[in-house]
T-cell receptor
Framework: SQQGEEDPQALSIQEGENATMNCSYK?????LQWYRQNSGRGLVHLIL?????REKHSGRLRVTLDTSKKSSSLLITASRAADTASYFC??????????????FGSGTQLTVLP | EAGVAQSPRYKIIEKRQSVAFWCNPI?????LYWYQQILGQGPKLLIQ????????DSQLPKDRFSAERLKGVDSTLKIQPAKLEDSAVYLC??????????FGPGTRLTVL
């Protein structure tokens, strides 16, 4: 089942603008991760935020986590055409047997227009 | 370091035929995952290995899907017989255990 749900499903912006994507989840997590997927390619890890962190930065990426609301947001600043891709949030929870596994949302398709 | 390798990249088969996918994880990564990604959706975990043992296969349709990881390194995922709804991208990922997963390019399966 899908744990995280991204919002919006699709986002189209002009180059140079900021893009914000949101993710909501349902159960307790160890951490939340964001991944990017270019068309026809595998997923690439962008950033991980632990359950005891509230905000994290990596280059042009800023992630926030609100565990009380079970939500996260990914902000991409000064977007570029090369940022066009699908973005997925994934929640890391402990499954049976203490195995770490990710549950992915349905993704946000970001299109950055030149 | 070399990434996760998968083959083939594309496969087209008729329904009721069999198909197998291969994955070579990043060297030293104990955990290996197989995901199914249907068009427009996020990846769904099919099976998780820790070394050569199965940790979680609760979402694997065991009547037609099987997977193995020999010697705790390479892994194969098989579908027999395939159905139309199996058309998807099959992603392999590996992890050293810190949480981050490293994905291969995937195999796009089309069942006609």
């Amino acid at each position: 089942s899908q744990q995280g749900e991204e919002d919006p499903q699709a986002l189209s912006i002009q180059e140079g603008e900021n893009a914000t994507m949101n993710c909501s989840y349902k159960t307790s997590i160890n951490n939340l991760q964001w991944y990017r997927q270019n068309s026809g390619r595998g997923l690439v890890h962008l950033i991980l935020i632990r359950s005891n962190e509230r905000e994290k930065h990596s280059g042009r990426l800023r992630v926030t986590l609100d565990t009380s609301k079970k939500s996260s947001s990914l902000l991409i600043t000064a977007s570029r055409a090369a940022d066009t891709a699908s973005y997925f949030c994934a929640t890391d929870s402990i499954s049976s047997g203490s195995a770490r596994q990710l549950t992915f949302g349905s993704g946000t398709q970001l299109t950055v227009l030149p | 370091e070399a990434g996760v390798a998968q083959s083939p990249r594309y496969k087209i088969i008729e329904k009721r035929q069999s198909v197998a996918f291969w994955c070579n994880p990043i060297s030293g990564h104990a955990t290996l995952y197989w995901y199914q990604q249907i068009l427009g959706q996020g990846p769904k975990l099919l099976i998780q290995f820790q070394n050569n043992g199965v940790v979680d296969d609760s979402q694997l349709p065991k009547d037609r899907f099987s997977a193995e990881r020999l010697k705790g390194v390479d892994s194969t995922l098989k579908i027999q017989p395939a159905k139309l709804e199996d058309s998807a991208v099959y992603l392999c990922a590996s992890s050293p255990g810190r949480g981050e997963q490293f994905f291969g390019p995937g195999t796009r399966l089309t069942v006609l």
